[in-house]
């Protein structure tokens, strides 16, 4: 890990990923989050396996007085567990409650990067064309790298991802990569 306010580090971001999926549009993004959660499963594992943090950042979903581990139980009881149990936060998962779209909005996302040291986000969850997008989008006015592995996020709608994804690449200078392709040895 990075001394605090150097920005050598990286860290793989899981956006909005700890879902009960009872919610607008979730018939359309469910078969993008199957696709995507055993590839995200795999990097989640290979991150921690390279001491890289691993920073889950949720929607708080309008339940003011929760907390992670609520979030998480109710989205372990709920039909889709199956997507949730392969990529649930361990003991030294970090967890941001996140209230809009962007991981960055009103949350302490921003200090805890600089804590950590970290100048590389792997970007990874859903909405690929909302929340990573914006999200995105916010990483690099922040002059923080951007990583996206195209396989480990998840959209409601194709085309849309498509644009998002190169946007990111075209305007935001993230790099856009296959899961496999992540070198947390690097920062990329």
Known sequence: MSEPGSSDGSALVVIDMINT???????LLLPAAERAVPVLAKLIGRARAADVPVIYVND???LWRSHHGELVEAALSRPHADLVEPIRPDD???FVVKTRHSIFYDTPLSYLLWQLGVGTLVLTGQVTEQCVL?????AHIRHLHVTL???AVAAIHPHLETAALEMMERNMG???VLAQDVDFR???
Not at 21 to 27: F, I, K, L, R, T
């Open 21 to 27: 999926y009872d919610h607008e549009d979730a018939e």
């Open 60 to 62: 708080n979903f309008g």
């Open 92 to 94: 030294d998962s970090l």
């Open 134 to 138: 914006y999200s995105a989008l916010d």
């Open 149 to 151: 592995p195209k396989d």
């Open 174 to 176: 993230a790099r856009i």
């Open 186 to 188: 690097d920062g990329r």
